[in-house]
Every structure is written in C-alpha cells, then in structure tokens.
C-alpha cells in the first residue's frame, strides 16, 4: 500500500483540479494552479529549511517580497531622469552605510572590551547614520520629485521579466545571508525573532520607499515572462484566430486558458527541476550530512562538520528558492503591490503546507502546497455556500456582508487548527520522509 | 526661559510618550520573558493574547457602563481588568492544557512550542476578529488629562505646553504597582520560588520536589495577568485595534531579548530601552532645538532621524545589534 500513497494523494488533488475546472470553470482552476505551483515552491524552499535542517523562520514573507522587487527592478519601464537625478546618491549612500557596519563588525573583536567600547560603538553608530542620511536625503528628494505621478523611482532595466527571477532569487538569498549570519549559532528562537523582525522591515521599506518601488503606488513591468504573450495580441494573431476558429472556441476565454496553462507549464518546468536538483542533493554525502546535523548536532560537530556553516547555506538555499517563487509570481501578476504581502498567507499557510505535506519530504512540499493552495482558495467560492446552510438555522437573520466576514475569520481559525492538529497527531505528514 | 521651554518640549513629547509606552511594552517583555524562563520557548501567541484579553476588557467595560457603574475620573477599564484577566487565564490555561503539555511531556525540541504558539496564535487572532471585529475601539473614559495643556500654560508663564494624559499617568502606576507586586512574588512568596527554581535549574527543582505542573500553571496565570494589562493599558493610551497587537510582537520581543531573555529585571529594562530610543528616532527634534540654537541654524529639515513609519525597524536594529554584540542581553539571560 504505502508504495501507492504517492500516486494515490497527487491523483486525488488532480481530481480536485479536474472538478473544480468541470463544475466551476476551466480559468479558476487553472489561476487556483499557478498559485498551488507557485505555493509548492516556495514550500519546498521552507522544506530546505526546516525539513532538512530544522530551522524556523517567520519571515518567509520577506522572501518573497524581495523576490517581487528583483523582478520589478530588472523588467519596469526605465527612469533615466529619476537615476540621473539621484539614483547615483542613493547607491552611494548605501554602499557608505554598508562600508561602515561591516567596519565596526570587523574592529568590535578588535578592540579592548569594556564600557568605552561601547560607548565609542554608539558613537561612531550615531554619527554614521548622519553622514548616511546627509548622502541619502536630497537624493532620495530628486528622485521622488521626477515626474511623480508617473514615475519618481530610480525605474527598472526594461528587460524581460523571466531575467528578474534569478535576481529576485539572489536577493532573497542575500538578506537570508545577513540574517542567517546573525542569528544562527544562537539559540533557536533568536533566527524565529529574527527573520519576523526583517520581514516586518522588508515591506515597511516596499511600501514607504517610493524611491525604489513606487511604495503603495504600485510599481507594474513592462514585460511577460518569455515566452507567454499578451491575451490582447493573442486575440488578433491570425494563427491564433484559425485555431480556436477550427476547434469553435471563444477567443477571449481561449487566449486567457492559454495564457494560464503557459504560465502552468513554465512554473511546472522550475519545480521539476527544483524537485530533481533536491533529491539529487538529498541522497548525495551532503543530504545526508544536513539530515546528520538535524537529527543530532552535537554528534555532527564531533564528527568535524561546521554545523553553523552548514546552516547559513541551507538558510540561504531555501530563502533564495522562497525569493524564486516570489519573482515569479510578481511577473505573473504584473506589478508589485506591496499591500498584498500578508505574513498569514505568505508565512503561515507556507507552513501548514510544509508540515501537512510532509517534513523533509519534497513531493511532500509538493503535494502540500497544491492541496493547500487549492482549499485557501477554494474556500473563497466554497466557504460561503456552506455557511449560508450553516447559519440558516440560526434564530436571526444573518447578512451577505457579515458573511464574508465570518468567513474569512473562520478561514484563521481554521488554518491554526489543521495546523495544530497536524503537529501534533501526523507530525509526519502525509507524504513521510523516507 | 528657553532652556525652560525646550526641557518642556522634551518632556511633553518625548518623555512622557516614553514612559508610558515603555510601561507598556515592560509589561508584554515580562510575560514574554516569564514564559521563557519556565517553558523555555518564545511565545508567538503573546500579542494575540494581549489583544484577546483586552477585547474582553472591552466588553466588560461596555457591559459596566450599561448599568451605570464607573470609576470617576479613573478609566472604567479598571474595574473591568479582574475580569478580562480572569477570562483570559481560564482560556491559556485551556490552551495548555489542549497543546503544550503534550510537547512539555514528550520533551520536543523548543522550536516546535514556537510552532505550536504560531498556531494558537492564529486560533486567538480569528477569535478576537470574531467577538469584537477588526474595527477600531475606543474605550477610554474618566477624566481626559491629569495635567491640563492650558493650566500648565498658564501656571508656568511657558511658551510651551505640557500635557499628562490621564491614560499614561494610569499607565505608569499601574505598571509600577504591577512591577512591585511580581517582584515580591518571585522574591518572597513560596510559589514565587519555586518558579525561579524551576527557571534556573528544572531538574533541581524536580528533585527538591516541586509540582511542576503547578509551576506552569502560575507562570500562565501570571502571563496572561500581564498580558491583558499590557494590552488593556495600551488599548486605553493609544486606541484599541487587534491587528496592531501582532505588530507590537516584535518590540516586545526586542524587549525581552535586549533585557536577556528569561530575566525579568531585563525585560523591564529592555522595554524602556525600546520604548525611548522608537521615541527618540522618530521624534521630530525641529521644536525643541528651536530653542537651544539660533534659528539659522535650524536648516528646513524636521531634525527628525526615522520617519514614524519606521518605528518597528528601531526595535529590530537594537534587536540586531544586541544579538551581534551580546547575544545572552543586558542581564545575561538564557
């Protein structure tokens, strides 16, 4: 039986797809598949992380709204006036911040310990961050004043948008690297603390830095992913046209299913060969060195392997693939909108799919983020159907508005349930690891 | 007279907001840190806890000033605390009971209570969206200024004036009797005690024969006292929406992180820590340095270091450079 449970769970979850596409439609299907795809990466990314090495970080939300600005930066319309004005200033006045925070890291071993340390740290801390904010300001105003209705960003490289998901993945790695190199080798809660800490931080700077992003503004690329097209320039190709009039299809609902199923396929293409690159890793000396270290650090050590070393990599690995997703999803939305990135949805639901599908299991990961993505979304068109049946018993009348509202604190509730209970009574998953 | 002035700018807008808001956040540190210091892990659902206790609290004070019960000038939120406390406790304590003994029993690594916090934390969060919705509340009645701007005005002859809202001086001795009273818990009491011995040394404490269940069940109690008043004390000074209370998760941590993690004299100390430098970064010191230097001086800039915008990333930087440089906290924690 248990060779069968692979199969057996993924057929019931195309089942799912397959009803939900016959009984509602084909579009919501398909948009409830991207996101399940987009969710399973990013899963698997939390998988690295806590399945293979037993991390916790809060703070996947961050990752993935790096991942956004990587690709908003490399495919939004350029802004030469808005750089020209003061793009320069800015680049310099962080290079000059981060100059000097890795001087003082690097003198702080350096220098006899005791109260004038300190006092000399805050200090240099003080009067660095005012020559900091002297560079940065009037180059931040120059920017933001060019053309602020439309631009007032230092705007994007104009390239195609599936070039921006590596940078997206970089950057995610590289705030990971700060973080992890903080608080790993600490106690564990500290890297838990942490990474809330930076997420928090990440979309205060999306969403008040108009400079970088356009902030609330919303901040939208010039390009689709290669190689999807634009429903509009699908709906007057002729090629386009000769098909869906041979098959006696409607060519506004036939471009958009297959601009979805595009999108599907390429997304498909990252996370098989994202799955291959794990298990190849997984079951090579290096999995099952990072399994050693989960499983009992203490003899890790012994055995000669740099635990905290190891840790920071996986951390890193894992936030990247996080980051990864996160650019593909901001270039399948179009634009970044930093009010979108809630720490529930991006965070926590990354989570329960993780721990539901399987710790330390890929095609767990997998299989967790479609089945999960599936019911957050599917609660939308299902939710309040049931509960109109549920609270028609009651006594008074209950509203279409009060509804909605019932519902969606309903869905909280229950996602810390299933989480729970999955902790506790299948901590395995359903999908164990091996 | 203009030494006067800016010291009374200084106090108006920095100090006082400070004090209060640091009272605040001593108080969430010390549950945090209490947690820490008997179960071992950080508690994530510790503002959904404050913001769960302080919605009872609302209700309570809703349902007291509908049959006419007051405190004169004191906020009505008082008489409702035992209550909301009281409520609240039975709930953690269920909370125990239902998640974390099982971990506690088996010995699971802490990460994973972490884990089950997050949990509770979102069952907590939709329930207090359920019982009193995402709007804002404001519940703060009695008496609206302990120090009245004007009266000030007029006693001192100053420029500048000088408001002590009712709500912040309710705060700051509320959190001072609070204080006071755990302190000689911890120091005095049997069952204080016993938590400190369980805290430093649990298997120690086992063999001298202490109940570890009851232990717990006492630091939970007291948690989730201070909770509520954190929150209520807040909800009272600033206003009352849930949301606001998970974000106030990462200056508390900070707090409790800065103090040392697990000592409680730390966590009040860090919460002042945190409280006065967000004030301090993200006061624009434009009014008060008009005073001390001549005008020209000034420039056009508020003299402002962070945007208010930016305020959790002052906790988060201090949080930072703490676990840099010492990462056992100011009173060497765990």
């Known amino acids: 039986m248990s060779q069968y449970r692979t199969p057996i769970l993924f057929g019931g979850v195309a089942l799912l797809f397959i009803l939900t596409g016959v009984l509602q439609s084909w579009n919501l299907s398909l948009s409830i598949l991207t996101m399940g795809l987009l969710s399973a990466i990013m899963a698997m990314g939390v998988n690295m992380q806590w399945g293979y090495a037993g991390l916790f970080s809060t703070g996947i939300v961050g990752s993935v709204?790096?991942?956004?600005?990587?690709?908003?930066?490399?495919?939004?319309?350029?802004?030469?006036?808005?750089?020209?004005?003061?793009?320069?200033?800015?680049v310099a006045a962080l290079i000059f911040a981060a100059v000097g925070i890795v001087a003082a890291v690097l003198a702080w071993p350096r220098m006899k310990p005791g109260r004038m340390r300190a006092a000399l740290l805050v200090v240099y801390l003080i009067v660095l961050f005012w020559v900091y904010r002297t560079i940065l300001d009037p180059a931040v105003t120059a920017v933001e004043a060019n053309d602020p209705t439309r631009a007032g960003n230092i705007g994007g490289l104009g390239w195609n948008a599936i070039l921006g998901w590596p940078v997206g993945a970089l950057f995610a790695g590289l705030a990971a690297w700060i973080i992890g190199k903080i608080a790993l080798g600490l106690r564990t809660d500290y890297l838990a603390i942490a990474t809330l800490g930076i997420a928090e931080i990440v979309l205060m700077v999306l969403k008040n830095e108009?400079?970088?992003?356009?902030?609330?503004?919303?901040?939208?690329?010039?390009?689709?992913?290669?190689?999807?097209?634009?429903e509009v320039d699908l709906q007057v190709a002729p090629w386009f046209l000769t098909i869906v009039q041979d098959w006696g299809l409607n060519p506004t609902t036939a471009s958009t299913i297959l601009v979805k199923l595009l999108y599907c396929g390429l997304f498909t293409l990252v996370l098989l060969a994202l799955v291959w690159m794990s298990e190849r890793a997984l079951h090579s000396p290096w999995g099952r060195m990072m399994r050693a270290i989960r499983d009992n650090e203490v003899s890790a050590a012994a055995m000669g392997k740099n635990v905290t070393r190891r840790h920071l990599q996986i951390f890193i690995i894992g936030s990247a693939v996080v980051g990864l997703a996160g650019a593909m999803m901001t270039s399948m939305d179009g634009q970044i909108s930093p009010g979108s990135y809630q720490p529930l949805r991006y965070t926590f639901l990354i989570w329960i799919m993780v721990i539901v599908g399987g710790s330390g299991n890929n095609w767990g990961s997998v299989l967790g983020g479609l089945l999960i993505g599936w019911l957050y979304l599917a609660v939308e068109f299902l939710g309040p159907g049931i509960l109109r049946h549920v609270v028609s018993v009651?006594?008074?009348?209950?509203?279409?508005?009060?509804?909605?509202?019932?519902?969606?604190?309903?869905?909280?509730?229950?996602l810390g349930v299933v989480l729970l209970m999955v902790l506790r009574f299948s901590p395995k998953g359903l999908l164990p690891e091996r | 007279m203009d030494i006067l002035n800016a010291f009374v700018a200084f106090l108006n807008f920095v100090f006082v907001p400070g004090l209060a808001y640091g009272s605040q956040l001593a108080l969430g540190a010390l549950g945090v840190t209490l947690i820490f210091g008997v179960l071992r892990f950080s508690n994530f659902a510790h503002g959904d806890t404050m913001a769960f206790g302080t919605a009872f609290v609302i209700l309570f004070t809703w349902w007291f000033k509908s049959m006419g019960i007051s405190a004169g000038p004191l906020p009505t939120a008082l008489l409702a605390l035992p209550f909301g406390i009281a409520v609240t406790a039975a709930f953690v304590l269920g909370t125990d009971r239902v998640v974390y003994r099982f971990y506690r029993q088996k010995k699971a690594a802490p990460i994973i209570l972490v884990i089950a916090s997050a949990g509770v934390m979102f069952v907590m969060n939709g329930l207090v969206r359920m019982i009193i919705g995402t709007e804002e509340q404001n519940f703060a009645d009695g008496a609206r200024f302990l120090l009245e701007p004007k009266a000030f005005k007029e006693w001192s002859g100053l420029a500048e004036p000088l408001a002590i809202k009712s709500t912040a001086a309710v705060t700051v001795v509320v959190a001072a009797i609070c204080v006071a009273a755990l302190f000689w818990f911890l120091q005095r009491t049997r069952t204080g005690k016993s938590m400190r011995a369980f805290s430093d040394n649990e298997d120690l404490a086992l063999l001298s024969g202490i109940n570890p269940d009851r232990v717990v069940q006492v630091t939970w109690i007291i948690a989730a006292?201070?909770?509520?008043?954190?929150?209520?004390?807040?909800?009272?000074?600033?206003?009352y929406r849930p949301f606001i209370y998970f974000t106030l998760l990462l200056p508390i941590f900070a707090a409790a992180v800065v103090?040392?993690?697990?000592?409680?004299?730390?966590?009040?100390?860090?919460?002042?820590?945190?409280?006065?430098?967000?004030?301090?970064?993200?006061?624009?010191?434009k009014k008060v340095a008009g005073y001390l230097l001549p005008a020209d001086w000034l420039g056009d800039g508020l003299l402002q270091a962070l945007s208010t915008d930016y305020k959790s990333a002052v906790s988060f930087s201090i949080l930072i450079i703490v676990l840099i440089f010492m990462p056992t906290g100011i009173f060497k924690g765990k």
């Open chain 1, 65 to 90: 709204a790096l991942g956004g600005l990587g690709v908003v930066l490399v495919a939004a319309k350029p802004a030469p006036e808005g750089l020209a004005a003061g793009g320069w200033g800015i």
């Open chain 1, 210 to 230: 108009d400079w970088l992003a356009r902030g609330v503004k919303n901040l939208g690329i010039e390009s689709r992913p290669w190689p999807v097209p634009y």
């Open chain 1, 394 to 414: 009651l006594p008074f009348p209950v509203t279409e508005d009060s509804l909605k509202d019932i519902s969606a604190h309903t869905r909280l509730i229950t």
């Open chain 2, 225 to 239: 006292a201070l909770a509520v008043i954190a929150g209520t004390l807040y909800g009272l000074d600033k206003s």
């Open chain 2, 259 to 285: 103090g040392g993690l697990g000592s409680p004299l730390g966590a009040i100390a860090g919460g002042y820590i945190i409280a006065f430098s967000e004030v301090i970064f993200t006061n624009a010191w």
